[in-house]
């Protein structure tokens, strides 16, 4: 990674620098938009003459942990080439300027055009924004990028899912391209390294790396994303039976690429918890990840025939709700937004908080889905309707949203039953018990296969609008549940089952990959255990052993446990050593929210200022100068995962603009301080 200033070597002892330190604690996405935004607003602080800044991550800079290059290629994003950008837009509610650059799909075709220019690609580069060819002009692309990722950039359309290392070199492009429009009276240290404490001095902030370098800074911005915690109960009863058994392997929750997946012997049985992202990406790392092939077959149900390699495992899954999270559709563009009338008829910013989620807001998130599916119905298949659009439309309108009510108000207009939205089936879809683990997976093969089929249908699916409909609410309800905006009551019942239930149908993986999973179960290589399977490490046998209640003789005993999912951060039960190190120094407390009753119940969250990002310490007052973004707020702020996408006004580049202004402050009232003799810890090592 190019890095055009380095600071200096600092003696040991020098006056107190005049030029302010801020150091960004993980180079990811958000720590690279943090760069950009630091030097986007530095015109505002004039008092900010020069500036120091340290960027430290021990993963690849600018990709960072999830994103780096150096991954399989069969690692795909779950969102699409052309909704993804690092850029902000005049969509972007926030007190900086705006500066445009282009989203990860031009950039792909802007360096494929830069590269192999051809009438084709001066065709498709012709109508992206003259602002957006600009930006990318300013920065060269990595020598040999293009060359390495040729077959995936030729094939890439908006609506593709792009391997999570194009991504990251995306990522790279991006901090590469912010350090070079930083003024020259920046200068920018990066560290390959864990940043593991920090301490104050003297109105400083000493930074502790792994390396053993300590950085005295004024601000610090940790983005670190997905952070460690503590085992949990289970995790410590596992471990003691693991260190009975060392023939058991227990593949812990976390990052897929960083799972000990290799730990898994071939051919082994292994139980697998959890039938989201993470799962999909352990599936394919134990069949193509194993030289197994899926190959295309329009004989078979899937569309595609598994060859295996004889080394794969066989999985038995389960999760809570036992199937899998639904394919995304294929729009064969970005997909359409939620109008989402109901939502947005109320000015929720005059709602006092805390809000009743339960009461005042899942009712209008129902009856937007129930719109859209009907109006979808009808432009599909109108000859279901017994009455004008108009009416079912106003029928939902005046009908509580509830799911059975608004069912039985529609039901004279939209007679078959069976072309009416079940919602409730879509949020437990294999309810009852099942006589045997044969039917109940043959039961969600078929889920799946029809799953399938709805998401070929993309804008066409009535069940697949109703369900999108629910699950792009989570940016609303999100917003309005921001800093404690929900009680603790709703924030446990009807937000969670938000959460969770628009995450398994809209933030599910790509269809290709459902079909590679039926593909497995028809390969005899998945099987489904069941709902809410109970998993135990049986020290007796020295086996897992997992058994779903739902399903009679589903009991199944394997060597190895994988767990296809991350935990959430919690800071009161943090592995991380910085939060540890903060925690010990007493300045840090869980954001709490109010109950009903008016008692406060902690979240797993840092307490953050939200116009600033910057702690709060236990007795309620303000850090002055360590600020947390991201990821570690996702309880606190709401809509902290996903990256942001082109003119949403995005959730992350409104905070990396508010925290980055936030660092400036602070770096700014550390400028016009008076200058005083002492140690400045700054390390003599740098690394770019
Ligand atoms: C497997 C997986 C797939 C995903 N797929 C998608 C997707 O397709 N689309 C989408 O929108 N989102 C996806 N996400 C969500 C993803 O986390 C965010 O899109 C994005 O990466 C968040 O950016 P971030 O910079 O806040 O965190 P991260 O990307 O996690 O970056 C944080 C960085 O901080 C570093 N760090 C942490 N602690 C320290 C420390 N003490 N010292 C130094 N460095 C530190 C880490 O090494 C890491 O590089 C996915 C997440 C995962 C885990």
């Not at 991504?167 to 350090?179: D, I, K, N, V």
């Not at 995450?503 to 269809?511: I, R, Y």
Request: net charge negative.
């Amino acid at each position: 990674m190019p890095v055009t200033r380095f600071i200096g070597i600092h003696p040991l002892w020098t006056p107190r620098p005049t030029r302010p330190v801020i150091a960004l604690v993980g180079a990811g996405p958000r720590g690279v938009s943090l760069l950009e935004r630091i030097g986007a607003n530095l015109a505002d602080f004039p008092d900010i003459d020069h500036l120091d800044i340290h960027v430290i991550d021990d993963t690849e800079l600018g990709a960072g942990r999830i994103w780096r290059t150096d991954q399989t290629r069969q690692m795909c994003m779950n969102t699409l080439a052309g909704a993804v950008t690092l850029f902000t837009d005049d969509t972007v509610t926030m007190a900086g300027p705006v500066a445009p650059g282009p989203t990860l799909f031009e950039w792909c075709r802007l360096a494929l055009d830069a590269a192999r220019p051809s009438p084709s690609s001066a065709i498709q580069v012709a109508d992206i924004d003259p602002a957006h060819r600009a930006a990318f002009a300013s920065t060269a692309v990595r020598p040999g990028f293009v060359d390495d990722y040729r077959d995936e950039l030729e094939a890439m359309t908006v609506a593709t899912h792009p391997s999570r290392a194009l991504y990251g070199e995306y990522l790279r492009w991006c901090f590469a391209r912010a350090l070079h429009t930083l003024p020259e009276r920046v200068r920018v240290a990066t560290h390959l390294a864990r940043a593991v404490g920090v301490r104050e001095d003297a109105g400083r902030q000493l930074v502790e790396l792994s390396t053993g370098a300590v950085l005295a800074c004024d601000a610090v911005v940790a983005a670190t994303g997905w952070l460690p915690r503590d085992h949990t109960a289970e995790e410590h009863g596992f471990l003691a039976v693991l260190a009975r058994h060392p023939e058991m392997t227990w593949v812990r929750p976390d990052n897929p690429i960083d799972q000990a997946i290799g730990a898994v012997p071939d051919g082994a049985t292994a139980i697998v918890r959890g039938l989201g992202m993470g799962f999909f990406d352990v599936m394919t790392l134990l069949t193509i990840g194993r030289g197994g092939r899926f190959v295309d077959d329009p004989l078979t149900r899937a569309g595609v025939r598994y060859e295996p390699s004889g080394r794969e495992p066989k999985l038995y899954v389960t999760s809570h709700r036992g199937v899998p999270y639904r394919a995304k559709s294929l729009y064969g563009s970005l997909p359409p937004s939620a109008p989402q009338r109901h939502l947005r008829s109320v000015d929720w910013s005059a709602v006092p908080r805390p809000i009743d989620f339960d009461r005042q807001v899942w009712p209008l998130i129902v009856k937007d889905a129930f719109v859209d599916y009907y109006e979808t119905l009808h432009r599909v298949r109108p000859e279901a309707f017994a009455a004008p659009l108009t009416t079912v439309l106003a029928t939902i309108d005046t009908t509580d949203g509830v799911p059975a009510a608004l069912d039985a108000a529609i039901a004279p207009h939209v007679p078959d039953a069976t072309d009416r939205f079940d919602l409730p089936a879509a949020m437990s879809p294999v309810r009852g018990a099942f006589p045997d683990p044969g039917s109940f997976t043959a039961r969600v093969a078929d889920y799946v296969a029809d799953d399938l089929t709805e998401s070929a249908k993309g804008r066409d699916s009535a069940v697949k609008a109703g369900l999108w409909s629910i699950s792009a609410a989570r940016r609303l309800a999100n917003a309005i549940g921001t800093f404690g905006g929900f009680d603790a009551e709703s924030r446990a019942s009807g937000f969670r089952t938000l959460q969770t239930f628009g995450g398994m149908v809209g933030s599910g993986p790509p269809a290709f990959r459902s079909r590679q999973l039926l593909a497995l179960v028809d390969a005899g290589l998945v099987r489904f255990v069941g709902p809410a399977a109970r998993v135990v490490a049986d020290d007796e046998l020295g086996l897992f052993r997992a058994e779903s209640p739902a399903v009679a003789g589903s009991a199944v005993t394997g060597a190895v446990l994988i767990d296809a999912w991350m935990h959430a951060h919690d800071v009161t039960a943090s592995a991380d050593p910085l939060t540890l190190s903060l925690a010990a120094a007493g300045r840090i407390r869980p954001f709490s929210v109010r109950g009903r009753d008016g008692r406060r119940h902690p979240t797993g969250g840092f307490d953050v200022d939200p116009r600033t990002g910057l702690l709060v310490h236990p007795d309620g007052t303000r850090d002055a100068a360590f600020h947390v973004a991201g990821i570690p707020l996702d309880e606190v702020m709401g809509d902290t995962i996903i990256s942001p996408m082109p003119r949403s006004d995005p959730t992350m580049l409104r905070e990396t603009d508010r925290v980055a202004r936030s660092a400036l402050r602070v770096a700014a009232d550390a400028a016009t301080s008076v200058p005083t003799w002492r140690e400045s810890h700054v390390s003599p090592m740098f690394n770019g």
